[in-house]
């Protein structure tokens, strides 16, 4: 079963804020240490591709490697739910809101197939 096409981000924030809120974490999660710690781990999950040609770091995944790299992930998603349940970000609006400025910045007909930013010709 797809638990992502069944569980909501709310479950999801539960589920980190009840594993912290059983180690007092609180204290230790502003949000320049939630910050740092999303950095950390996105560098994490990039050391695995690093020197891998296209090809390769789309199989990785097939490979004893991708439980690994599917561990720094879930560390990653674990610290961006963290930072959103403690601080009251609400993660669909917001995306929603940065969809729209993006479709404004890459309307389709200049930015498909393509893969320069909005202020490149």
Same mark, same amino acid.
């Given at each position: 079963?797809?638990?992502?096409?069944?569980?909501?981000?709310?479950?999801?924030?539960?589920?980190?804020?009840?594993?912290?809120?059983?180690?007092?974490?609180?204290?230790?999660?502003?949000?320049?240490?939630?910050? *740092?710690? *999303?950095?950390?781990?996105?560098?994490?999950?990039?050391?695995?591709?690093?020197?891998?040609?296209?090809?390769?770091?789309?199989?990785?995944?097939?490979?004893?490697?991708?439980?690994? *790299?599917?561990?720094?992930? %879930?560390?990653?998603?674990?610290?961006?739910?963290?930072?959103?349940?403690?601080?009251?970000?609400?993660? %669909?609006?917001?995306?929603?809101?940065?969809?729209?400025?993006?479709? *404004?910045?890459?309307?389709?007909?200049?930015?498909?197939?393509?893969?320069?930013?909005?202020?490149?010709?």
């Amino acid at each position: 079963m797809n638990k992502d096409a069944t569980v909501t981000l709310d479950s999801a924030k539960d589920i980190v804020n009840k594993f912290c809120q059983e180690r007092n974490w609180d204290q230790f999660h502003t949000p320049k240490e939630l910050a *740092i710690g *999303i950095a950390t781990e996105a560098g994490e999950l990039l050391q695995h591709f690093r020197f891998k040609t296209d090809e390769q770091s789309r199989t990785i995944l097939e490979t004893k490697k991708g439980t690994a *790299i599917k561990e720094e992930l %879930v560390d990653v998603l674990y610290f961006v739910l963290r930072f959103s349940q403690l601080y009251n970000v609400d993660l %669909v609006d917001e995306l929603e809101k940065k969809i729209e400025k993006n479709a *404004i910045k890459y309307p389709v007909e200049k930015s498909k197939n393509s893969n320069k930013k909005y202020d490149e010709d």
